[in-house]
C-alpha cells in the first residue's frame, strides 16, 4: 500500500502542482469537458423522463394484460365480452374503451377518459380512491350512477373539482354532464397519463361516445397453461375480422421510437462530449511535452515506464473526474430546458407523454459518469504512452526532439484514407429497425478519417503556401507556414476538433434545411386546402370519430362556395407489426388542387388509376418500414373485408405516427358501403367569392361549432412551428458543440505557443518583433483554422449524405430532397473563423508570458 | 556618430533586480562599467554571480530596474519597444549556450532569419549567410536541420546567426556550456577571431578559462558587482 501512497504523492507533485500553476488552462478544459458531460447528461435524463412517464403510463394501462382482443380500424361488439368470460383458455376478459376529452368552456389540455367494467376488471389493474371506506363502493359507484367519474388527482387539482361537483365534457358527438364521485390516490391506474385521467362506467362511456355496443378492445389473462396454443385456440371461436395480440405491443412499439430519438439526441450530444475530450488530449500532451525533462529525471531516478504512464493517465483521468463534478450544476441548468423540449417532441413525435418532473436515475447518472470518466481517461492515453518512452538517458541530452516522421503521417494519412474509402458501405448495412447504429458507426469513422489525414494536409499547405507567404505577407507568415508544415500531428488534434465541430454544424445546417424545404413542400402540395375539418379532438383521438351526419350535411351545405374533399382514416398496424394510417380521400378533387409528393412510380400514369380506385401510394416511411414498393400488393383486413390493390407510387410524407396509405375514398365506399367521414378539406371555388375565414365563419354560423375547424394557413404554420421547435433542442446542442470547439482551439493554440516558448524568445532575442511574433501566431491560427474548416466543410457535405439518406432513413424511414442553404453555410464560414480567431487570444497573451531573459536560464 | 574616445558601452550605476513575493534577489546590482570599441571581454564569476543577467540586459532582452545602459549610442535602457527591436536587430548578436535554433528551419534559414526579420529579402541575405557558413566551416551543413548536427556545428549555425545582421557587439552566454574541450576550443577561437579579424566587440560569459587566453579585458562579477 505504501506504493499506492508514493504514487499519489507523486501524483501531487508532479501533476497537480504545475496544474495549479496554470489554472486557466486547466479551467479551461475543465469547462470544455464539463459542458460536453452536462448536455449528455441532461440530454440523457431529460428522454430517460420522457421514457419512463410514458412506461408508467403503459404500465398503468396495460395492468396484468397478458393479450388484447381488437378489431383493426374498428370496434369489437360487446357481446364477444361474455363468450370469452366462458371460454376455458380465458381466466379474466375486461372491456376498455378509450378517448380524449375536454371540459367545455375551457381551452385546456385534453385528457384521457377510459370506460370500463370496474368488476370485471378487477383482476387486471388497481385503483383506489382517497376518501372511500373501500375500492369496492367506489366501484358501486360509477355502476349505480350512470353519468359519474372517478378523475386523476392531476386533472381533479387543475380543474379545481371537488367530489359531487358536475362538469360537462366535450367529445366528437354531444356534450354530456357528469358527477365527480371521487378522486384517485396513489399506484395503478391513477398513474396513467401522469394522473390526467378519468374513469367512467363501460355504459356511461357508450352513451357519451355514442358507441353503444361497442368497445375499443377486451384485455386478457389468459388461464394457465401454453400462451401460443390458447392463443390459436382462441382465435378459432373468434370472429374473423378480430384480432389478438399481446397486450404489451404498443409499449413495445412506443419503447423503440423513444428509444431511437433517444439514441440520436445521445450521439449528438455525445459529440459535444466527443469535441470536449480533444481538449483532454491537449492538455496531458502539453503537459507530457512540457515536462519531458522532468520525466527523464524521474525515470533516472527509478521510476518505471509504467508509472510514467499511470501518472499521466491518471491527469486525464482525474480532468475528465472533476470535468464531471463540474456539470452538474451546468446540468442543472440545461435540464429544466430539455425536459420541456424533449417531452414535446416526444409528444409531437412518437406518443403522448406528460413528463411530471424529472427523477434522477442512478443508471443513467452512473452511465454519464462513467462515459465522461471512461472518455477522458481515453484521450490521455496516447500522450501517456509517449511520455513513457522518454528515456532516462534524455536527462543529459541538451536539446528535445520534436518534429513527426514523414513515415508516420504517411502511415497516418493512408488509414485515415482507408477509413474515408469505408464510411459508405458500412453505412449501408442492415441494422436494427429504428436505430440507425450503421449510420452512426459511419459518422464515428469520417471523423476520425478526417483527423487522421489532417496533418498531411497540414503539411502540403505549409509546404504550398510558406514561399508566396513570405513574398505576400513577410517573414512572419512564412515562419508560420513552416510551422503548420512541421507541426506534423500535434495540430492534427485540434484541426480534428475544429473539423468534427464544423462538419456538425455544416451537415446539420444542410439536414434541416433539406428537412425543412421538403416538409414545406410537402405540406403546400399534400396539405393543401383552405379549411379542415373533423370531428371535435380527432387530433389526439387518432381520427377514430366520424363526423356526424348532421355535419357532414352542414358541409354538403355549402357545396357551391366550396369544393369538399372528404376522408377517413383508420389507424392501422401492417402485418400487426407496422403502425400506420390506412386514407381514404376523395382523390378526384384532391389532385385537380393539390398532389402527392412523388418519389417513384409514374405520378402522370398513376393519378388517373388513384381516382378510379385502381391502387393505393404508399409514404416512404411505410415502405421502408414493409418493404412494399412500386407493384406490390398492398393487402390490409378491415371491419371483416380487406382491402387488396396494387402500390402504384411511394411519396413523400412527414406526419409522424409511422406511415400512410393513400387511395379513394369511392373504392373504400364500395369495400365498406355508406361510410361516415372523420375530417374534410374544403377548397373555396372561384365563383364564392369567399375568404378561407369567410367560410369558417358561415360554418360556424350554421351550427358547426361541434367540429375541429383550422385554416388551411395556419395549419401549413402550425407544422412548420412544430417543425422548428422540434430543432430547437439540436441547435442548441449544435452550438454547444461550436463553443467546446472554440475552447479546443484557444487550447490548442495556447499549448502552441507555450510550449515554443523557448522558439519564440529566441526569435525575440534575434531581432523579430512583438508585433512579428503575434502576426506569426495570427497567422497560424489562420491556416490551423483554415484548414479545420475547409476539412470541416468537405467533411461536412459527406455527413450532410449520411444524415440525410441514411441516418434518417434508418431512424424514422425517411429522407429529403437535398437542399443546401448556401447563404447560411456562407453566413458560418467568418462565424467559424471569428470564433476561431477570438480563440486566439489567450494563446497570444501566452506569448510573453515567460520574459525573454528567462530563456539564458534555463538549461 | 559617437567620438574617438567615447567607449562603447557605458553602464551607469546599471542595476536589475527581481521580486519573487516579498523577498527582493539581486541580479545585477550598480554596475559602473565600460567597454571600448573592439575588445574581446570574458566575464567571469560564479554561478548566480549576475553573468546571465548583465548579458541579457546588453542583448536587449530585458530592462534594468536603475540606472543608465548606453550602447552605441543607444539609451538601452530607456528605449521604446520598437526601438529596442531595432537595436537588438542592428547591434547585438547572441550566441546561447543551449544554441537555441529553430527545429523546424535548417541551417541556411536558421541562419538567414534574423535578416529576414528585419526585412530584407531572402536572396540577398543567402549570399551573405553562405560566406559566413563557410567562414566557420559549415559549407556541407547547409540544408541540414539542427536534429541532424552535432553540438560544435549547432553552435557554429548559432554564431553565424548571430552576425548575419553584421552587429557591433557578439554576445555570448557559456557558449562551450553544451560542448566537449575540443569542441569549446574551436568556437571560442571563432568568436576570438571575429574579434581580431572582423575588430568586433565580443563579450563572454563563462566559467571555463578557455577564453582567458583570448581576452583583453577580463571581469570578475560577485554578489551582482564587478570586483
Ligand atoms: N527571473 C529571475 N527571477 C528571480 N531571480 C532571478 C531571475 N533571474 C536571475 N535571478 C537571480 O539573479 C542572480 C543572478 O543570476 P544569473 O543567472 O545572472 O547568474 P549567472 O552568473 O549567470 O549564473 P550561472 O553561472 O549559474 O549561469 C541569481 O541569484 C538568480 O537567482
Ligand atoms: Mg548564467
Not at chain 2, 43 to 68: E, F, H, I, M
Request: glycine share 8%; charged share 20%.
Amino acid at each position: 500500500m505504501t506504493h499506492i501512497g508514493f504514487f499519489f504523492r507523486l501524483f501531487g507533485w508532479f501533476i497537480l502542482r504545475p496544474m495549479g500553476s496554470a489554472k486557466g488552462r486547466t479551467l479551461t478544459v475543465l469547462l470544455g469537458v464539463a459542458l460536453g458531460a452536462a448536455v449528455f447528461t441532461s440530454v440523457r435524463l431529460a428522454v430517460h423522463a420522457s421514457l419512463e412517464a410514458f412506461h408508467r403510463n403503459m404500465d398503468a394501462v396495460v395492468g396484468r394484460a397478458e393479450q388484447t382482443v381488437l378489431v383493426p380500424g374498428g370496434r369489437v361488439p360487446e357481446s364477444l365480452v361474455a363468450r370469452l368470460l366462458s371460454h376455458r383458455q380465458v381466466k379474466a376478459a375486461s372491456p376498455i374503451s378509450t378517448t380524449y376529452v375536454r371540459v367545455a368552456g375551457s381551452d385546456t389540455e385534453p385528457f384521457l377518459l377510459l370506460g370500463f367494467d370496474p368488476l370485471l376488471d378487477r383482476p387486471l389493474r388497481h385503483w383506489r380512491t382517497t376518501d372511500a371506506e373501500t375500492p369496492v363502493s367506489a366501484w358501486l359507484d360509477l355502476i349505480r350512477h350512470p353519468g359519474t367519474f372517478i378523475a386523476g388527482s392531476l386533472l381533479a387539482e387543475r380543474n379545481g373539482w371537488k367530489t359531487g361537483e358536475t362538469t360537462t365534457l366535450l367529445h366528437a358527438g354531444e356534450p354530456m354532464t357528469f358527477r365527480m364521485v371521487g378522486v384517485m390516490a396513489g399506484g395503478g391506474l391513477s398513474a396513467a397519463e401522469g394522473g390526467m385521467v378519468a374513469l367512467c362506467d363501460i355504459a356511461t362511456f357508450q352513451e357519451f361516445t355514442g358507441w353503444r355496443g361497442a368497445v375499443d378492445r377486451i384485455d386478457l389473462i389468459l388461464a394457465p397453461g401454453e400462451t401460443a396454443a390458447a392463443v390459436q385456440a382462441l382465435k378459432k371461436d373468434l370472429p374473423k375480422e378480430v384480432q389478438i395480440r399481446p397486450a404489451s405491443r404498443t409499449r413495445e412499439s412506443g419503447r423503440m421510437m423513444i428509444r431511437a430519438y433517444q439514441l440520436n439526441l445521445s450521439i449528438l450530444s455525445f459529440a459535444s462530449l466527443f469535441v470536449g475530450t480533444f481538449l483532454v488530449y491537449s492538455l496531458v500532451a502539453l503537459n507530457a511535452a512540457s515536462r519531458r525533462k522532468e520525466t527523464a529525471i524521474l525515470r533516472s531516478l527509478g521510476a518505471s515506464p509504467r508509472m510514467v504512464f499511470a501518472l499521466f493517465l491518471v491527469e486525464g483521468t482525474a480532468l475528465g473526474l472533476m470535468g464531471w463534478l463540474l456539470a452538474i450544476p451546468v446540468s442543472g441548468l440545461l435540464l429544466p430546458f430539455l425536459l420541456e423540449g424533449v417531452s414535446e417532441t416526444v409528444s409531437t413525435l412518437f406518443v403522448r407523454v406528460s413528463v411530471p418532473g424529472f427523477s434522477l436515475s442512478a443508471w443513467e447518472v452512473l452511465l454519464s459518469f462513467t462515459v465522461t470518466v471512461a472518455v477522458a481517461g481515453a484521450a490521455a492515453v496516447q500522450p501517456s504512452a509517449e511520455a513513457m518512452k522518454v528515456p532516462p538517458r534524455e536527462v543529459l541530452a541538451v536539446i528535445g526532439r520534436r518534429g513527426v516522421p514523414d513515415r508516420q503521417t504517411k502511415r497516418l494519412t493512408l488509414a485515415g484514407l482507408l477509413m474515408i474509402a469505408g464510411v459508405w458501405p458500412l453505412a449501408r448495412l442492415p441494422g436494427p429497425t429504428g436505430l440507425a447504429l450503421p449510420g452512426y458507426a459511419a459518422t464515428m469513422l469520417l471523423f476520425i478519417g478526417f483527423a487522421m489525414i489532417s496533418p498531411a494536409v497540414l503539411r502540403r499547405l505549409g509546404r504550398s503556401v510558406s514561399i508566396p507567404l513570405r513574398r505576400l505577407a513577410g517573414t512572419p507568415a512564412y515562419l508560420a507556414g513552416r510551422y503548420v508544415k512541421d507541426s506534423g500531428t500535434r495540430t492534427a488534434v485540434s484541426v480534428g476538433a475544429l473539423i468534427t465541430a464544423v462538419a456538425l454544424f455544416v451537415s446539420l445546417v444542410i439536414m434541416i434545411h433539406s428537412f425543412r424545404e421538403t416538409v414545406k413542400l410537402w405540406v403546400e402540395q399534400t396539405v393543401s386546402g383552405d379549411l379542415f375539418v373533423a370531428s371535435r379532438l380527432a387530433e389526439v383521438n387518432d381520427f377514430r370519430d366520424p363526423m356526424t351526419r348532421d355535419q357532414i350535411a352542414l358541409l354538403h351545405s355549402l357545396s357551391d362556395e366550396a369544393e369538399i374533399v372528404a376522408s377517413r382514416r383508420f389507424s392501422l398496424l401492417y402485418d400487426g407489426r407496422v403502425p400506420y394510417t390506412l386514407q381514404a380521400m376523395a382523390m378526384d378533387p384532391f389532385l385537380r388542387h393539390g398532389d402527392f409528393v412523388w418519389m417513384r412510380g409514374d405520378a402522370r400514369a398513376s393519378r388517373p388509376a388513384l381516382v378510379q380506385g385502381r391502387g393505393v401510394v404508399i409514404s416512404e416511411v411505410f415502405a421502408n418500414r414493409t418493404g412494399l414498393s412500386v407493384g406490390d400488393r398492398f393487402r390490409q383486413p378491415l371491419q371483416g373485408t380487406a382491402v387488396k390493390l396494387p402500390v402504384l407510387g411511394i411519396i413523400r410524407d412527414y406526419r409522424t405516427q409511422g406511415g400512410v396509405v393513400f387511395f379513394a375514398f369511392s373504392a373504400l365506399q364500395a369495400q365498406l358501403g355508406d361510410v361516415r367521414w372523420t375530417g374534410a378539406r374544403l377548397y373555396l371555388r372561384d365563383s364564392s367569392g369567399w375568404t378561407a375565414a369567410e367560410l369558417r365563419n358561415a360554418l360556424l354560423e350554421r351550427g358547426g361549432g361541434s367540429m375541429d375547424m383550422v385554416l388551411g394557413k395556419d395549419l401549413r404554420g402550425e407544422i412548420l412551428r412544430i417543425f422548428d421547435e422540434t430543432f430547437a433542442v439540436t441547435t442548441v446542442l449544435l452550438f454547444i458543440a461550436l463553443a467546446v470547439a472554440a475552447l479546443g482551439i484557444a487550447t490548442t493554440l495556447t499549448i502552441l505557443v507555450l510550449e515554443r516558448y523557448r522558439e519564440l524568445n529566441t526569435l525575440y532575442a534575434v531581432g523579430g518583433s512583438s508585433l512579428q511574433l503575434r502576426t506569426m501566431i495570427l497567422w497560424e491560427a489562420l491556416l490551423i483554422v483554415s484548414v479545420g474548416e475547409a476539412a470541416g466543410l468537405v467533411c461536412g457535405f459527406l455527413l450532410s449524405h449520411i444524415l440525410i439518406f441514411v441516418i434518417n432513413r434508418q431512424s424514422f424511414g425517411w429522407t429529403f430532397l437535398y437542399r443546401v442553404d448556401w447563404s447560411a453555410l456562407a453566413l458560418s464560414v467568418p462565424l467559424v473563423i471569428a470564433v476561431a480567431l477570438a480563440a486566439a487570444l489567450p494563446a497570444f497573451r501566452a506569448v510573453f508570458r515567460q520574459p525573454p531573459a528567462a530563456m539564458l536560464r534555463e538549461r | 556618430m559617437s567620438g574617438e574616445s567615447k567607449p562603447l558601452i557605458i553602464a551607469e550605476s546599471l542595476s536589475r533586480e527581481y521580486t519573487l513575493g516579498e523577498t527582493r534577489v539581486v541580479g545585477v546590482n550598480r554596475i559602473d562599467w565600460s567597454v571600448a570599441a573592439g575588445e574581446l571581454v570574458v566575464v567571469k564569476g560564479n554561478s548566480g554571480s549576475g553573468k546571465s543577467t548583465l548579458l541579457s540586459l546588453l542583448a536587449g532582452l530585458d530592462r534594468p530596474t536603475g540606472g543608465r545602459l548606453i550602447v552605441s549610442g543607444w539609451d538601452v535602457s530607456r528605449l521604446s519597444d520598437k526601438h529596442l527591436t531595432q537595436y537588438r536587430r542592428k547591434t547585438v548578436g547572441m550566441v546561447f549556450q543551449s544554441f537555441n535554433l529553430m527545429p523546424t528551419l535548417n541551417v541556411m534559414e536558421n541562419v538567414c532569419l534574423p535578416a529576414l526579420l528585419a526585412g530584407e529579402p531572402y536572396d540577398a541575405v543567402r549570399e551573405r549567410a553562405d560566406g559566413h557558413l563557410r567562414r566557420l566551416g559549415m559549407e556541407r551543413r547547409f540544408d541540414h536541420l539542427p536534429s541532424q548536427l552535432s553540438g560544435g556545428e549547432m553552435q557554429r549555425t548559432a554564431i553565424a546567426r548571430a552576425l548575419i545582421n553584421d552587429p557591433a557587439i557578439v554576445l555570448a552566454d557559456e557558449p562551450t556550456g553544451n560542448l566537449d574541450s575540443r569542441n569549446g576550443t574551436v568556437v571560442m577561437d571563432l568568436l576570438a577571431d571575429l574579434h581580431r579579424t572582423d575588430g568586433r566587440t565580443v563579450i563572454i560569459a563563462t566559467h571555463s578559462d578557455m577564453a582567458d587566453a583570448h581576452a583583453t579585458v577580463e571581469v570578475e562579477l560577485k554578489d551582482g558587482g564587478i570586483v
